[in-house]
């Protein structure tokens, strides 16, 4: 039977699936919407699988967080190009999986995946039926999520996703500090501290770090009586460019944020401590996908 392009566009709609694909699965069920809907599901679940070992590098973080800003979370979806990144359908996905691990806190990704999302199918079927119907892999790589227990949390999403920081703090000023929160929160974005403060750092990396400044130090010809205060000096400028307390404030470079938070807390009638905090930038430590697009098109054409 002849298929109309208001059925093809229907079953898009439906679907979300490729112009071809659902005139294809219209003429294989005959016109029958239901089965075509059924069979480009087939379909493009069995070739989600093949699409799963494609670098997915590209995408977004995405942040969800309480109403009374007690507890966020952000995480890290990715997929294979920066195109899809900003489709709708894939946005609105990661947004639902950043709701979900705010108000059923998995433990890792694995419970994640596990849970029940939704139409009560696990987040893993969820994610095979995106990448069927965006044609891309997917993957959720990672999330964080903090607060509760009298804490409070603050969110931050970078360049449209490309960074994400998520801030715990805690005290009696925390509660009425969220501009504050967010202020410390965009200042991690720009800043990237290693650790909330010495204490945090890892030694073998401080130990690194001081023999490097010792070599240097010999190698420039320093005598061995002032090496060490040479060292001792280069390793305060490490931990004050890497510790988030000892930083310069970015909107106030007089102050470090440790300085920011007890001048707010005189301000606000209470302590204000950071307990914790994540940053996650988009991709980092994934292989990156080298794509020639005109190749790739080329390909499917031909």
């Known amino acids: 039977m002849p298929i109309t392009a208001s059925q093809v566009k229907e079953l898009r709609t439906k679907t979300g699936a490729g112009m071809m694909d659902c005139k294809k699965a219209l003429q294989e069920t005959e016109g029958d919407m239901a089965k075509a809907v059924d069979f480009l599901r087939e379909k493009g679940l069995a070739a989600a699988s093949k699409k799963a070992g494609r670098i997915a590098a590209e995408g977004a973080v995405v942040a969800a967080q309480s109403a009374d800003s007690t507890v966020g979370c952000i995480v890290e979806v990715n997929s294979e190009t920066d195109f899809v990144a900003k489709n709708d359908l894939f946005r609105t996905f990661a947004a639902a999986v950043a709701e979900h691990i705010l108000a059923h806190d998995p433990a890792d990704v694995d419970a994640l995946l596990a849970q029940p999302m939704g139409d009560g199918r696990p987040v893993s079927e969820h994610v095979k039926e995106q990448i069927a119907t965006i044609g891309e892999n997917l993957a959720v790589r990672r999330f964080a999520r903090f607060g509760g227990g009298g804490k409070v949390a603050t969110t931050y999403i970078h360049m449209q996703g490309k960074i994400g920081v998520l801030v715990e703090m805690e005290g009696e000023g925390a509660a009425k500090a969220a501009e504050v929160g967010r202020d410390i929160a965009m200042h991690i974005a720009a800043s990237n501290p290693l650790a909330l403060q010495r204490a945090d750092l890892d030694e073998a990396e401080v130990d690194h770090e001081r023999q490097i400044f010792a070599a240097q130090a010999k190698e420039s010809g320093k005598p061995e009586k002032v090496i060490d205060k040479i060292v001792t000096g ?20 007089d102050l470090t944020v440790a300085q920011l938070l007890a001048n707010k807390a005189k301000e606000l009638g209470g302590p204000i401590t950071v307990t914790r905090f994540v940053r996650f930038e988009l991709g980092e430590g994934l292989e990156k996908r080298n794509e020639d697009f005109a190749a790739e098109v080329a390909a499917q054409l031909g």
């Not at 280069?234 to 470079?253: H, S």
């Open 234 to 253: 280069r390793l305060e400028k490490f931990f004050a460019e890497n510790c988030l307390l000892e930083q310069p404030f970015v909107k106030d470079t």
